[in-house]
Nanobody, 125 residues
Framework: VQLQASGGGLVQAGGSLRLSCAVS????????MGWFRQAPGKEREFVAA????????SYADSVSGRFTISRDNARNTFYLQMNSLKPEDTAVYYC???????????????????WGQGTLVTVSS
């Protein structure tokens, strides 16, 4: 199983970016898929996730209303649309594939067993 994240870059505050995570070896419609981020000197934190059916999405309070997680089953890829970006959103963003389709919260790192390599998002003020 491999996850390939892309789409990071430098953007001004208020701008938008869309991250992509291409998945091979695990079907995105069968397991939870999530995004996490890690800022310099901080622990990795939950950002957003979508469950196996696509009917349940979860967001961190800090990004709710600004970020949207989605997926394309045909491409076996999921995305993170980030709008109204703030300097505090600056971090390396990681995509992850869940290990249990019945995962209750989808917000814990422990619920994911395969991680992408990370893509850097820098938001300038």
């Amino acid at each position: 199983v491999q996850l390939q994240a892309s789409g990071g870059g430098l953007v001004q505050a208020g701008g938008s970016l869309r991250l992509s995570c291409a998945v091979s070896g695990r079907t995105v419609s069968s397991y939870p898929m999530g995004w996490f981020r890690q800022a310099p000197g901080k622990e990795r934190e939950f950002v957003a996730a979508v469950n196996w059916s696509g009917l349940r999405r979860s967001y961190a309070d800090s990004v709710s209303g600004r970020f949207t997680i989605s997926r394309d089953n045909a491409r076996n890829t999921f995305y993170l649309q980030m709008n109204s970006l703030k300097p505090e959103d600056t971090a390396v963003y990681y995509c992850a594939a869940g290990v249990d389709r019945s995962s209750a919260t989808m917000t814990s790192l422990l619920e994911y067993d395969i991680w992408g390599q990370g893509t850097l998002v820098t938001v300038s003020s």
